[in-house]
């Protein structure tokens, strides 16, 4: 067995002083000066810096990933087989034209396909296992101008999000010379086809500005459309389903703004209404009518207002769907004589169809006790077909297309399991936990049936718990190898999401964040009460925010956890808070706090910063993986982390970190080697609580 001794970061005094609080931060000099340069290209790395990735990643090679190279391999394979690797997707119509995604057996990128509608061949528009060679391919999506005679598609080579668009002739199957660089991977054709919109960063990598590239011309003569002054705001360009505006929006967490532009003949854009702090809207059009979904006058959970095209303005907004406490608008979509609406009441989703000419609603929703519903409508707006998807825990994903004139609904497409799936050998339940305040946490658990619920199996928990974002309660092919080895595989759908409304939001940001926090240790413990585990058999997973609570849970309640996977943890809060450099900062105040410009900011965060709490304690064991290019968590959170925990928990519990040198925040960018990392995780888990290995052979 293996007796590497795991690698030591230096210490190196970096005292600062915020709100006359002096602080020394020793690991302060894993963050590279020229990170910006590095995101770009990781070569110009700091050699000390790299010297100390590159030994925690041979101390993972060597203490785990070598002696669980089987086990790894086997779940891979598992998941893999689950996924029927020519898998193609739905064609969806557009003029003439009908365009498709699909995979190819063995391959690790999506074809951009074709057919005529009426049939015939399919062509084959853009092969991205051809593009991507053998190094990194963020691929951005591809667009197809309204000519049908270009497509421009993007790609990002490093994982550090700058995307290069590439215009491909459909009839020559070439691309142009002439290639946009270094854009923040947002763009959209004109409706003559002579142009492309598109964003771009600032020096900090902040998508700020909207540039207009006239097909034929030198980029570096892009004028600028529009350029955001705040660096809190994020901008984005995208255009309405009738292809009658383009749409520019500017937006932090809670506050929006949007500008519109004529898509037949340019100029100048048209604000829609000045942004108002805490208040959001989002826009589209229908027959010269703008519909907008707001939170304006109050409406927590959002509502539905139009507004004339020639005065859009606030003070003209009339409700269409009047604010209903609890029901949460999520989304809406607009065709031709349809609005379609996404909404979330009493933690499930439902999709309710209003008929514009005469006011009349009907309601999609299913009986399963979990479940996530999806909603789309392809390119054409004078449609009475929209596109649904469901699935559940226990259930693979089913595709149907619904005619609103007709009530017809059509099976398309139903997930296949190469391996073999039968839903009637699971259990999903929902349950709910009982947080410290009183309210009441939904948990979407699945297991095996025949799995033992009296506390000897082990469980894995997943949380996330910010910016609003809902956990869907949706089929995955990759729990089922943790499920089939008697795992309970639950997620909790905490405070910092909307699984209850924008209220359940707000209840897990700034000063309310360690709701979060306390939410799912709630959860961890409702489980061990049920039956369902016993402590200390709970592997908790969470990414990205969701690794900002792994941090959190494992200084609040170590004893609780088997094991802890934090992937692209965002661990080094108040660090980064403090640094309005970084590319997230500015526009992540709203959600934290400043800690920059308020004390009780600064003492709030400092209070809960995983970073800063690590203390002189047994952890359970941690396994943090991470990216080197990855501008949103950067690096040197979970090297800072590992770095403080390694020098200063106690007990023997294996910590490892894991960095990806070649990738960013999503990880490997290939179906395949995404897979990898999710089995690399996985036999972690397994050795956490024992299965199939221990970590008592370390």
């Known amino acids: 067995m293996t007796k590497t001794t795991p690698p030591v970061a230096a210490r190196k005094s970096h005292v600062v002083t915020f709100h006359n609080i002096e602080r020394d931060d020793p690991y302060h000099w894993l963050r590279a000066p020229n990170w910006q340069e590095v995101m770009q290209k990781p070569e110009t790395l700091d050699p000390e810096i790299r010297s100390y990735l590159d030994a925690e990643n041979a101390y993972f090679d060597d203490a785990f990933g070598t002696r669980t190279s089987k086990l790894q391999d086997t779940i891979y394979k598992e998941i893999r087989g689950r996924i029927k690797e020519d898998d193609s997707g739905i064609p969806t119509p557009d003029g003439p034209f009908a365009y498709n995604s699909r995979m190819l057996e063995g391959k690790q990128y999506p074809q951009i396909v074709r057919t005529a509608r009426d049939g015939g061949p399919e062509s084959v528009l853009l092969d991205c296992n051809i593009e991507a060679g053998d190094g990194y391919f963020g691929f951005a999506g591809a667009e197809h101008d309204r000519s049908h005679k270009f497509l421009a598609w993007a790609a990002d080579r490093a994982g550090s999000e700058y995307y290069d668009i590439v215009i491909r002739d459909l009839e020559t199957g070439a691309d142009s010379a002439e290639v946009i660089t270094n854009t923040a991977g947002s763009y959209v054709w004109s409706n003559d086809s002579g142009s492309i919109y598109y964003t771009e960063y600032d020096d900090n990598h902040r998508p700020y500005r909207v540039r207009l590239h006239i097909i034929g011309t030198d980029q570096a003569n892009d004028p600028i459309i529009f350029e955001e002054k705040d660096p809190g705001f994020f901008v984005g360009v995208g255009r309405t389903l009738s292809d009658k505006f383009i749409v520019i929006d500017a937006h932090d967490h809670q506050t929006s703004e949007c500008w519109l532009i004529d898509a037949e003949t340019g100029g100048a854009p048209q604000l829609v209404a000045p942004r108002v702090t805490d208040r959001e809207y989002d ?313 920059l410009a308020s004390p009780e900011d600064y003492a709030r965060i400092a209070a809960y910063a995983p970073y800063e709490q690590v203390t002189a304690k047994d952890y359970p064991p941690i396994f943090a993986l991470a990216g080197l290019t990855d501008p949103r968590v950067t690096y040197w959170e979970p090297a800072k982390w590992v770095a403080k925990l390694r020098a200063t928990k106690t007990g023997s519990a294996p910590l490892y970190l894991k960095t990806n040198m070649g990738a960013g925040h999503g990880g490997a960018s290939g179906r395949f080697d995404r897979l990898k990392e999710t089995a690399m995780c996985y036999a972690f888990a397994l050795n956490a609580v024992g299965l199939e290995g221990s970590f008592t052979s370390n």
């Open 283 to 595: 826009v589209d059009e229908r027959d010269g009518l703008l519909y907008i979904r707001t939170n304006a006058d109050g409406a927590e959970d959002y509502k539905i207002v139009t507004a004339p095209i020639d005065n859009p303005g606030a003070d003209n907004w009339t409700d269409l769907v009047a604010h209903s406490q609890g029901v949460l608008i999520l989304d809406t979509v607009l065709i031709k004589n349809h609005m379609l609406r996404l909404e979330r009441f009493e933690g499930l989703p439902r999709i309710v169809v209003r008929d514009l000419r005469n006011g009349r609603e009907e309601s999609v929703k299913f009986d399963e006790e979990a479940y996530a519903l999806g909603m789309s409508v392809g390119y054409e707006f004078d449609t009475s077909v929209f596109r649904l998807t469901y699935s559940s825990p226990t259930t693979p994903s089913r595709t149907f297309d619904v005619d609103l004139e007709t009530g017809t609904r059509t099976l398309l497409k139903e997930q296949e399991v190469p391996s073999g799936h039968n839903p009637d050998h699971y259990e999903t339940r929902r349950l709910f936990a009982t947080a410290p305040d009183g309210e009441q946490v939904p948990v979407t658990v699945l297991y095996r049936k025949g799995t033992k619920l009296d506390g000897s199996a082990p469980a894995l928990l997943y949380g996330y718990g910010a910016y609003g974002m809902s956990m869907p309660a949706a089929f995955s092919i990759s729990a089922l190898s943790l499920v089939d080895r008697g795992f309970v595989h639950a997620t909790a759908h905490i405070r910092g999401g909307m699984e209850k409304g924008y209220r359940w939001y707000v209840q897990g940001r700034r000063e309310h964040k360690t709701n979060t926090f306390t939410d799912f240790i709630a959860a961890g413990e409702m489980l061990i009460e049920k039956g369902y585990t016993s402590r200390g058999r709970i592997v908790a997973q969470g990414g990205s925010a969701g690794g900002m609570l792994m941090g959190a849970i494992a200084n609040l309640a170590p004893d609780l956890w088997g094991g802890i996977l934090a992937q692209v943890p965002f661990v080094d809060v108040l660090n980064t808070m403090l640094d309005e450099t970084l590319p997230l900062t500015p526009p992540e105040w709203p959600e934290w706090g400043n800690p």
